[in-house]
């Protein structure tokens, strides 16, 4: 089986933009989580989706969101960059919940 | 507020020797715990996971140890081997359906 990926791997961006980061999880997983690792906070829990529904969600501003798609793929958006947006984006994937997830190689974001 | 913490940034082990990393909680109505371990420019792989009911588990070289009067949880790794180098990271998740992460511990096993 193929695992998590996500694309793009890397990305630059500068402050004010926007940015989409995109996640296929392990065929036959309906879960999707995404996350947010910075060398200070260690790992963030932002979302999961399951079903195309948001069932859970971290303590990130607006500014950060995602969709599920009916294939199960996902997607995670950021508006209004800052620089503080920094760091590895991580996607993972479970057949449901969080429980035993598989995690992708991330997407690392600058924002200069 | 951190509710998953450990304290130890990272830990230096002989090749062969026990590893134990370490973790305290403080949220006592965690159901399960997991550890991932992490090298670098890859996703964390999940290690080894136990419930809140139980005060072990054991897959091979790896152990868990739950004591939920102290809310502490250690991950022991016998023998370690030089593989083991890696970021670990614990992991809490309960009814509420979030998952909360310690800030890892960086583990070196030493020739």
């Known amino acids: 089986k193929a695992g998590v990926t996500q694309t793009p791997r890397y990305l630059i961006k500068t402050r004010g933009q926007q940015v989409t980061l995109s996640c296929s999880p392990i065929s036959g997983h309906r879960s999707v989580s995404w996350y947010q690792q910075t060398p200070g906070q260690g790992l963030q829990f932002l979302f999961e989706y399951f079903s195309e529904t948001q069932r859970n969600k971290g303590n990130f501003p607006g500014r950060f969101s995602g969709r599920q798609f009916s294939n199960s793929r996902s997607e995670m958006n950021v508006s209004t960059l800052e620089l503080g947006d920094s760091a590895l984006y991580l996607c993972?994937?479970?057949?449901?919940?969080?429980?035993?997830?598989?995690f992708g190689p991330g997407t690392r974001l600058t924002v200069t | 507020d951190q509710q998953v913490k450990q304290n130890s940034p990272s830990l230096s082990v002989q090749e062969g020797r026990i590893s134990i990393l370490n973790c305290d909680y403080t949220?006592?109505?965690?159901?399960?715990f997991l550890w991932y371990k992490k090298y670098p420019a890859e996703g964390p792989t999940f290690l080894i996971s136990?419930?809140?009911?139980?005060d072990k588990n054991e897959d091979g070289r790896f152990t868990v140890f739950l004591n939920k009067s102290a809310k502490h949880l250690s991950l022991h790794i016998v023998p370690s081997q030089p593989g083991d180098s890696a970021v670990y990271f614990c992991a809490a998740g309960g009814r509420d359906d979030k998952i909360i992460f310690g800030k890892g511990t960086r583990l070196h096993i030493l020739p």
């Open positions: 949220n006592s109505m965690f159901d399960y």
């Open positions: 993972a994937s479970s057949l449901v919940g969080l429980y035993e997830q598989y």
């Open positions: 136990i419930s809140s009911i139980k």
